[in-house]
T-cell receptor, first 111, second 113 residues
Framework: SQTIHQWPATLVQPVGSPLSLECTVEGTSNPNLYWYRQAAGRGLQLLFYSVGIGQISSEVPQNLSASRPQDRQFILSSKKLLLSDSGFYLC??????????FGQGTRLTVV | GENVEQHPSTLSVQEGDSAVIKCTYSDSASNYFPWYKQELGKRPQLIIDIRSNVGEKKDQRIAVTLNKTAKHFSLHITETQPEDSAVYFCAALISGGSYIPTFGRGTSLIVHP
């Protein structure tokens, strides 16, 4: 069966520090991969998606970046965090028939 | 691209009542419409979905209806229970095509005991 791992679950980082969130998927090949951010009580904001290794599409211009070094690995990064980067970050994957599955999420607080 | 509108943003009901959440989409090529439930602090999870070749699908107390002509679909929850309280998201996408989901903004359902 397919599973998705996302870590860490919680992170507190100072302003200006770097960020690296990792997500890996098991049990499927060549999935679409996604990074979403969710502010408190708000909807799912699509940040990046990837349809294949090395292929990244950015939906929102900001100080975040994403990379897909392997088929089932998706990384969200920042060189310098801002206070406004705080939120609940969700990794997700989907395959051609359409169903999407989310990781457990990372609650990031920038202080 | 696809645009999904979801209403209402907040829905408050008494336990045992029914709840209806509505979504409209813009891209007539969309053919797969999933619904996700997100409990507080947790990840969204798929609860029911419908494909464009059917008009209605039921799973116990939840059902989804689709009107392709009008480009809208709805989630129906009957006999609501406090554990139904959560944020619900609809989505639309082209299954077999780009299959990148476009989500609605979410509906916060509150079921009062």
């Amino acid at each position: 069966s397919q599973t998705i791992h996302q870590w860490p679950a919680t992170l507190v980082q100072p302003v200006g520090s770097p960020l690296s969130l990792e997500c890996t998927v098991e049990g499927t090949s060549n999935p679409n991969l996604y990074w979403y951010r969710q502010a408190a009580g708000r909807g799912l904001q699509l940040l990046f998606y990837s349809v294949g290794i090395g292929q990244i599409s950015s939906e929102v211009p900001q100080n975040l970046s994403a990379s897909r070094p392997q088929d089932r690995q998706f990384i969200l990064s920042s060189k310098k965090l801002l206070l406004s980067d705080s939120g609940f970050y969700l990794c997700a994957w989907s395959v051609r028939e359409g169903k999407a599955f989310f990781g457990q999420g990372t609650r990031l607080t920038v202080v | 691209g696809e645009n999904v509108e979801q209403h209402p943003s907040t829905l408050s009901v008494q336990e045992g009542d029914s709840a209806v959440i509505k979504c409209t989409y813009s891209d007539s090529a969309s053919n797969y419409f999933p619904w996700y439930k997100q409990e507080l602090g947790k990840r969204p999870q798929l609860i029911i979905d419908i494909r464009s070749n059917v008009g209605e699908k039921k799973d116990q107390r939840i059902a989804v209806t689709l009107n392709k002509t009008a480009k809208h679909f709805s989630l129906h929850i009957t006999e609501t229970q406090p554990e139904d309280s959560a944020v619900y998201f609809c989505a639309a996408l082209i299954s077999g095509g780009s299959y990148i989901p476009t989500f609605g903004r979410g509906t916060s359902l509150i079921v009062h005991p």
